[in-house]
Nanobody
Framework: QVQVVESGGGLVQAGGSLRLSCTAS????????MGWFRQAPGKEREGVSC????????YYADSVKGRFTISRDNAKNTLYLQMNSLEPEDTAMYYC?????????????????????WGQGTQVTVSS
């Protein structure tokens, strides 16, 4: 049984930092591209960042570029999202997802289509 579990969310002041983690089990982690997505109340889900199975390719939404960094440790089956210079607009539930893309990872992978497994999310709240 595949499980994807996010952690690391919390309440932080604007300008602060958080690091999210996502641990996947029940699958061969290194076979999967991974992505971070977020959804704020009343808004559509937004792709934040994604990373190829090897970590060699990464993509970011314009809204987080230069502030967030995605990384992965395949030996630990863990995905990370380092979030710096947080803004109130970053407040959302953050979700991790795993996907196998036969055509490879691309910026379109931030649309959220084709991911096989999703976590339950971790809440990030940024106060002004």
């Amino acid at each position: 049984q595949v499980q994807v579990v996010e952690s690391g969310g919390g309440l932080v002041q604007a300008g602060g930092s958080l690091r999210l983690s996502c641990t996947a089990s029940g699958l061969t982690f290194s076979d999967y591209a991974m992505g971070w997505f977020r959804q704020a109340p009343g808004k559509e889900r937004e792709g934040v960042s994604c990373i190829s199975w090897s970590g060699g390719s990464t993509y970011y939404a314009d809204s987080v570029k230069g502030r967030f960094t995605i990384s992965r440790d395949n030996a630990k089956n863990t995905l990370y999202l380092q979030m710096n210079s947080l803004e109130p607009e970053d407040t959302a539930m953050y979700y991790c997802a795993a996907g196998r893309f036969t055509t490879g990872l691309s910026i379109s992978s931030l649309r959220g289509l084709g991911y096989n497994y999703w976590g339950q999310g971790t809440q990030v709240t940024v106060s002004s």
